[in-house]
């Protein structure tokens, strides 16, 4: 038998289509990327992307953007919950505010960010008596980077959540479940795939994230130093192929990264799907 | 039909006076677009209205200047890859050297082509502490001290860390030490900076609306500024000796001849040393060349010990290889 044509017309258009703008848009900027690589040998790539001073921003970078994308599943989930399920005054406002992360300049997140924490801001000066130092330090990095990623995880949650359908949880109820057994037996296995596509979302984001960690860093060698923001280094000094080397790494890190997560939450999907 | 016609002649007599506008205008005005660093915005919005009054008085012609500022490196960079300046003014000559090396736009001897090696401008590296000067800083040994905090931003990303850095390792060697001297006491100053803030105005805003570490290191013009800016709650401190910074300023040969510029922007670089233009820059705090406007303004520059770049580091392209390119002192600093 032939194969089987797909009910669907304009396959072929769609996906041209599709292809040609993924190349345009990300395939051929990120191949420049690789290809400015190839100035360098082997050796040089090697040294310079495992340079001990590289490699501690590799560690902040993705350990901070690892914490904040995990705070941001959790307070993300409980805000999404909050704004699905209850109605109070003022809800369309505190909607509206989730996004506001996206708007704002990255830079002006920073700086704000930084006023707020630092050891004379609103909030730092009552952190600092008590020996917590958020500005200047790896923490500042991890609120940075939980700032910007928190509409992430609350915008793809949210749509799953209104479309939870309010009889499976009474059904689970009147069949004897606890509060408990109803959530993570009935809600959670349908919002898991949502809060892992906005997890991994939140994470992407916060590793390529500059314009408001530099402001809150303190950008010190070794202690608060982020990976993009040694590849703005070598990019002023003209030092495009080890710039674009770093690059490079990162760009590989964060596919293996995002591709685990795409496959854990096929896994977790198709799971589900299996034991209905 | 008639008013079809009526429309159609009305429209081609737009088309031609708009035209002979466009044409007219083409000729008696020009336009320059001046690429430059981050600090000068208060001097160029003072220098381009004078010249434009200056030009007008001479030739007749309106000659309109855009602006374009940012961090220096990054703005010589688009420069280089295509950003079509006819003038270009920054704070140490490698980011002009860069339109040379990169893409050929000016001659390799560009800095010959004006009087004080292309800069009709300078500036130094002095200290801002906090009012009444609380830990006593003097002079360059005093930063090194166990316990003192120092505001200086990355060398490696900002003209004042870069002047910054030279600064201290320049007062070593004026002082009879040696070059292992300089390294350590360049890596004790080092370790007392408690934040790298990108560029010169992140530095400021860390030690002056953060509250950050007891003396920022950055230039005369800038303390200035903040001290104006920020009312007086904070002290100028003029070490012994500093360094030369010189402000170098370029005519993009490449793109003055694509835009038929140059006669305007030669008189323009040239603007900047004339008296009225270093007039503007002793207003803002930057150092004239012209020594009869220096002389004028004794009061506000401290005659102190400069020591310039070529002087004491062999030339810019030099030092840069030395202490600021990857694996050099600076980062010895910070190596494990």
């Known amino acids: 038998m032939a194969k089987q044509k797909n009910v669907l017309p304009g396959f072929n258009l769609s996906l041209g289509f599709t292809i040609f703008y993924l190349s345009l848009i990300v395939l051929i900027p990120l191949s420049a990327a690789f290809i400015k690589t190839t100035d360098l040998s082997l050796s040089e790539f090697w040294t310079i992307v495992t340079a001990p001073r590289v490699v501690a921003s590799y560690q902040l970078t993705f350990g901070a953007s690892l914490l904040g994308a995990l705070i941001n599943a959790v307070f993300g989930l409980l805000t999404a919950w909050v704004l699905v399920r209850y109605t109070f005054p003022g809800k369309k406002i505190i909607d509206a505010l989730v996004d506001l992360p996206f708007a704002l300049p990255t830079a002006v997140a920073g700086i704000a960010l930084t006023a707020v924490y630092a050891g004379n801001g609103w909030i730092g000066q009552w952190l600092e008596p008590l020996g917590i130092k958020v500005a200047f330090t790896p923490i500042g990095v991890i609120v940075a980077l939980t700032f910007i990623g928190l509409p992430f995880v609350v915008r793809t949650v949210q749509p799953v959540l209104e479309d939870l359908e309010a009889e499976t949880e009474e059904a689970a109820a009147s069949l004897g479940a606890n509060r408990w057994q109803t959530f993570s037996k009935i809600i959670f296995p349908a919002i898991w795939p949502a809060l892992l596509t906005g997890f991994a979302l939140a994470f992407a984001r916060a590793i390529g994230e500059y314009g408001s960690v530099i402001f809150i860093a303190g950008n010190v060698p070794f202690v608060s130093e982020i990976t993009p923001l040694i590849i703005i280094t070598k990019l002023e000094q003209y030092e495009y192929a080890s710039a674009t080397a770093i690059a490079v790494v990162m760009l590989i890190i964060s596919f293996l990264l995002l591709f685990a997560i795409n496959g854990l939450q096929w896994w977790v999907s198709r799971r589900a799907s299996s034991d209905n | 039909m008639f008013k079809k016609a009526v429309f159609k002649q009305g429209l081609i007599g737009a088309l031609i006076s708009a035209s002979v506008l466009l044409s007219t205008s083409a000729l008696a005005d020009s336009s320059l677009l001046n690429v430059s660093y981050d600090v000068t915005r208060e001097f160029y919005k003072d220098l381009n209205p004078a010249f434009a009054k200056f030009w007008k008085q001479k030739t007749g012609e ?98 004042n860390g870069k002047y910054s850095y030279l600064a201290a390792w320049g007062y070593v060697l004026k002082k009879g030490g040696t070059e292992a001297q300089a390294k350590d006491f360049v890596g004790k100053l080092f370790k007392n900076v408690p934040v790298l803030d990108t560029g010169g105005r992140g530095a400021t805003t860390t030690f002056a609306q953060r509250d950050i570490g007891d003396v920022l290191l950055t230039f005369e013009n800038e303390v200035n500024l903040i001290n104006k800016e920020l009312g007086n709650k904070f002290d100028v401190v003029y070490p012994t000796t500093s360094i030369l910074a ?91």
């Open chain 2, 246 to 336: 010189e402000n170098p300023i370029a005519v993009v040969d490449k793109y003055v001849d694509k835009h038929k510029t140059r006669t305007v922007a030669q008189a323009y670089a040239d603007f900047h040393y004339s008296e009225e233009g270093q007039e503007i820059a002793a207003k803002h705090y930057i150092r004239p060349s012209l020594a009869s406007v220096l002389a004028k303004h004794k009061a506000d520059f401290k005659p102190i010990d400069l020591f310039s770049v070529d002087d004491v580091f062999g030339g810019w392209t030099k030092a840069q290889k030395t202490h600021f390119a990857d694996g050099g002192t600076f980062d010895a600093i910070y190596a494990r």
């Open chain 2, 62 to 159: 309106t000659v309109t200047i855009n602006q374009s500022h940012g961090g220096s490196s990054k703005q010589a960079r688009s420069v280089a890859d295509g950003l079509e300046a006819d003038i270009i003014s920054m704070n140490q000559a490698p980011d002009i050297d860069v339109l040379y090396d990169r893409a050929k736009l000016i001659p390799k001897d560009w800095q010959k082509r004006l009087p004080h090696g292309s800069s009709p401008t300078s500036s130094t590296i002095v200290f801002l502490v906090r009012q009444g000067n609380p830990k006593q800083i003097k002079d360059w040994d005093d930063l090194v001290k166990p316990g003192t905090a120092v505001v200086i931003p990355n060398p490696k990303t900002s003209g």
